[in-house]
């Protein structure tokens, strides 16, 4: 079991669950040491000042908050505790809201909350808000401080545990109105063909089915590598031109995708036209053949080695 993050408890009215925190989601990227690369030492990283040109000790350290006009000002640790806030051990339920009204832009980082300690009390108050939510289908609107940041959360039901997500406050959202659309409103014929070809690509959500592809290729080069085996940097992907007649490349996208069943373009090797497939679905598709030395391949040789 993962070590608790933060225990307190969940408080609404005059109730109290006493609950654990813990990470909801794991660390699978693949992480590196910086090193010298003419020895291999490892690099370390040290704070000096640019005026002095000396190392400065971390509680010399101040803190500078650039104003628009380019002025700075500059605070002490002691100064900016003054603005920290207090450290409680509860997530204060400020209200209860219907999820589905809840914009998913504005979650953050998820969590699972916990019953604390075994008491028979502690699970009863735990299983007791759980179904409620379950049966309301609400969702937990509340604040709690983590460290030494006070977030904005939301608390719901998922895999019959209750989930903590901390959220982005409303004006962290960049609004859309000041981002251009690009263009105008599509025909109808464009339109009926597009929505023709999104119910063609359609498949029921499976997370399963979506691997991390940049890190299984990560590991195959340092397996490689490994090996002794010599690592060759591909040709640079030309990018592709720009369609002249949209409505001939949406025929041509439904034709393909009706052929090739939901939009995977058939196995490798069934005869279809490789060439129109980006490296990444190649890389994929030579994954699943085992073709050997496909993370150094271009995307020319990805082609050739599916049979394309």
Known sequence: M???????????????????LFSAVRDLDVHFNQLHEKDGAPIETRRFCAEEEREVAYEDIGHGYELDDGEEVVLSDEELATAAPRKTRTIDIEAFVDLADVDPIHFDHPYFLLPAGDGEGSRRAYQLLLEVMRRTDRAALGRFVLRTKEYLVIVRVRDDLLALTTMLFHDEIRPGKDIPSGGKKPKKAQLDQAVALVEALSLDWDPSHYEDHYRERLLDVIKRKKK?????????????????????????????????????????????????????????????????????????????????
Do not use: C, H
């Open 228 to 308: 002794g085996k010599r690592i060759t940097v591909p040709d640079d992907e030309k990018q592709p031109s720009p369609v002249p007649d949209l409505m001939a490349a949406l025929e041509e996208s439904l034709r393909a995708a009706k052929d090739g069943g939901n939009g995977d373009g058939g196995a490798a090797g069934d005869g279809g036209d490789l060439t129109g497939l980006s490296r990444d679905e190649l890389y994929e598709r030579a994954q699943d053949a085992d073709v050997p030395g496909r993370s150094s391949m271009s995307k020319d040789e990805l082609v050739d080695a599916l049979g394309g």
């Open 2 to 20: 993962a070590r608790a993050l933060w225990s307190g408890s969940l408080s609404f009215g005059l109730v109290n669950v006493p609950v654990q």
